[in-house]
DNA sequence: CTGTTAGCGCATTCAA
DNA sequence: TTGAATGCGCTAACAG
């Protein structure tokens, strides 16, 4: 108790109504000109911005909030490591600040799971969340759903309580076999998500897509970080069967870690074997040499997630506002993929 | 006014004074049993964390923020798109909730300012924040440092307000062009970072190491992002005189660009040009070859950045504890030096 | 146009 | 061990 208590707050923050005495003025009236709300002579608000100023004083979003009894916060959950995630932020920043909702970031990271930081979104008094490529189970992201207004991004989940917003991964797949059929290959391995969100339906969408011309799918594990893809290319090298000829990874990041892996075992990209990404992240275009990839549109999902959220929580009344909101990929073609020339 | 106030708050939250009621206690019981204070009763504290869990309660941390007239907060301020943030933001989430902080981020974004950025931190009621490389002016910084605790990492501003993390970057560009000399290369080009945090530091560097080697510095403008190192090789090659035989970049993704533009141009890596980073980003590993890199420890720097913030909050008195934390950097070598072979 | 009053959800006295 | 009152900083009614 001796330790402990040294811990207290630095020099107090200035107040509204510190504004106010220094003015000569009442809090409401500052609280008034503040907020910019109509009502104030122009002379008093004029004092009020300059002592304001001098002061130093911001306004407290909590002790705001709090009294409003409504928070204007979207809460965002994301994995930091995740370059892909980074593009979404980005736009959901954006679109909130059109609609004038403030948002919270809570990070997912090694030591940070995904409950507690949905725990500490829900804390925050966020009006609605976003949750950007959950791995939590199904009936958590349902009862988080079922509390506040959620958005479930980049992940294929079906409930009532839950908002969706995706892309076409299957679609997306398909688009990606059809390139690589289209140049000649025929063995082609998809190296998979293992246990990402999406994971499942691009395994489908890959599957799917062969079987349509006629080829046979080989899936090995991946996951979503350079490390997985750079591992699963490894694997192949390390099976002592012949190599495909094309390799459809996860996502960028596995992708990159697959060309990675490939070089080092000397094996050309792409003459000798074709490699293609999922997302578009920025980091694709600089890829050494550039990266075919599957583009799914951060700006766009970003900006449809922020607008169902706002809908969720404007309407709480509403019904199932719930469903899909499903963005169509596009392939870009760039260095990685090439005629087949075996 | 017909359409704005459609947007009410959705179903109000449970509150303690519902649980409280809902248990049969009193509010004030409940406070104690959520917090895990000492003073209630087993039974009343198990009926309290039933009733809770069955309401679904999560306690409001504005309300106990404003209550207890401290947020045990801690601001940090980042940028999304650079890799290297994300390894700094993991370092701090565990060591903020270590010493009992809580996080909140603020991110830069293309149309999000540091200004804003720095805002929203000040209205959240931060202890202390964290600017991580930061680009605004001295005298902003200084401002904000004279309203809070204010650290400022990877960024060289000299200032009784404020507390600097650093690497010792003069440093690191002295071990990076030892390393290129000591492979025979006397052709060395300094991709900068233009006017990022360190960027003149690290010019600096590069400028005191080469006329030690009695070489002759050469500066062309970059970034800190992939572009600016692709461009900077753009603007090399067509510049007509004959290209360097290394290229020491600003940090790895500028790096990483300039790998992609040789790539473009035919030029190999290593035997031709040899490239090295800075940072050691996590991407860095799996850039296609490694990438030969100038590593800074994030966690280490986040620790230590944290452990100067909450220092500076718990003695407001200390007089000036601020002073620089200076980490050391180091050489990692991979794949993208080599011999000098022209 | 301006000031006064009350209360948001919570933690903290102080009494019981 | 428990409960009733008070106020954190702010805004929304209402009164002047």
């Known amino acids: 108790m001796t330790i402990e208590d040294a811990g207290t707050a630095p020099t107090r923050r200035t107040t509204l109504a510190d504004v106010a005495r220094q003015a ?56 930091v490591q995740q370059t892909f995630h980074a593009d979404v932020i980005e736009g959901i920043y954006e679109a909130a600040e059109a609609a004038g909702y403030d948002v919270v970031l809570s990070a997912v990271t090694d030591s940070r799971s995904e409950d507690k930081a949905i725990g500490t979104l829900l804390a925050d008094r966020c009006e609605a969340v976003i949750l950007v490529a959950p791995t939590s189970s199904r009936e958590w992201l349902a009862e988080v759903g079922g509390r506040l207004p959620t958005v479930v991004l980049v992940r294929h989940v079906r409930h009532p309580d839950l908002s969706v917003v995706r892309a076409a991964d299957v679609k997306g797949l398909a688009l990606a076999v059809d390139h690589l059929v289209g140049l000649g290959h025929t063995r082609i391995v998809h190296i998979d998500g293992a246990g990402s969100p999406s994971a499942e339906q691009r395994r489908r969408g890959y599957r799917t897509a062969m079987e349509r011309h006629g080829l046979t799918p080989q899936i090995v594990r991946g996951g979503w970080a350079e490390i997985n893809g750079s591992q699963a290319v490894d694997a192949l090298l390390a099976g002592g069967g012949d190599l495909p000829t094309a390799i459809l990874a996860f996502n960028d990041p596995c992708a990159m870690g697959a060309l990675s892996a490939l070089h080092r075992a000397g094996i050309a990209v792409p003459d000798e074997v074709s490699v293609v990404g999922f997302d578009d992240t920025h980091l694709a275009g600089f890829s050494h040499i ?53």
Do not use: W
């Open 24 to 79: 000569g003025v009442s809090t409401a009236l500052v609280s008034l000109v503040m907020r910019g709300a109509p009502g104030a002579s122009p002379a008093n608000r004029e004092k009020v911005f300059r002592v304001a100023r001098e002061l130093g004083y911001v306004p407290d979003s909590r002790a705001r909030a709090l009294r409003q009894g409504r928070s204007q916060l979207l809460g965002v959950m994301f994995h």
């Open 290 to 342: 550039g990266l075919t990839t599957v583009r799914q549109d951060a700006g766009l999902m970003a900006r449809l997630a922020v607008a169902r959220a706002i809908s969720l929580i404007e309407r709480s009344n509403g019904a199932d506002e719930h469903g899909d909101g499903v963005v169509v990929p596009a392939l870009v073609v760039r260095g990685t993929t090439g005629p087949c020339r075996r």
